[in-house]
């Protein structure tokens, strides 16, 4: 895989993509990303797979589906500009600890989500606060997960201590 500085085509590409799946906090932090500097790493298909930032990768793209996983380095854009609780998943309290080391996050502890959120959604699992702990895969939809007091709500991909 080969990374590479990219070009015009590849960035709007990437804008694309970012605006299809997070809206205009999307192209906001892909601007913010953009200034610090992007690599992007091509596939021996010819497909892009990450962007990365400095040597910190930013995000990858899904090979099947082009669907964006968030970094922490994505995460902390989409959380600054995304208001309050778009692409969120709101955790009690109590569970940020146990969010922070990884476990997966239960219906139960779900207060609040955005309510567009989907089963399989790249979402941002937050406090009580809106202090960013994690990116994760929801594997409810937000009605799901309010109403329900038992199972797994979202599995966690990365840990973002901001």
């Known amino acids: 895989m080969s990374c590479i500085k990219p070009t015009p085509h590849i960035i709007e590409t990437l804008r694309c993509i970012l605006y299809h799946q997070y809206g205009e906090a999307g192209l906001r ?3 913010d990303l953009e200034s610090a500097g992007i690599r992007v ?14 040597n910190e990768i930013a995000f990858t793209l ?23 609780p778009r ?21 139960r502890h779900v207060i609040q989500c955005d309510e567009d959120v989907r089963r399989g959604d ?23 997960m309010i109403t329900c ?3 797994a709500a979202a599995s966690i991909r990365f840990r973002c201590r901001c």
């Not at 790249?122 to 799901?144: F, S």
């Open 29 to 31: 932090a892909l601007h």
């Open 41 to 54: 790493c091509i596939a021996s298909t010819g497909r892009i797979r990450r962007v990365l930032v400095g």
């Open 62 to 84: 899904r090979a099947s589906d082009y669907v964006v996983i968030p970094h922490p380095p994505l995460a902390r854009l989409l959380h600054r500009y995304a208001p309050f």
């Open 87 to 107: 692409y969120r998943i709101v955790v009690v309290e109590e569970m940020a600890r146990d969010v922070l080391e990884g476990y997966t996050v239960f219906a």
């Open 122 to 144: 790249e979402v941002l699992i937050v406090d009580e606060h809106d202090n960013l702990l994690a990116c994760a895969r929801a594997l409810l939809d937000c009605e799901a």
């Open 149 to 151: 007091t038992r199972g």
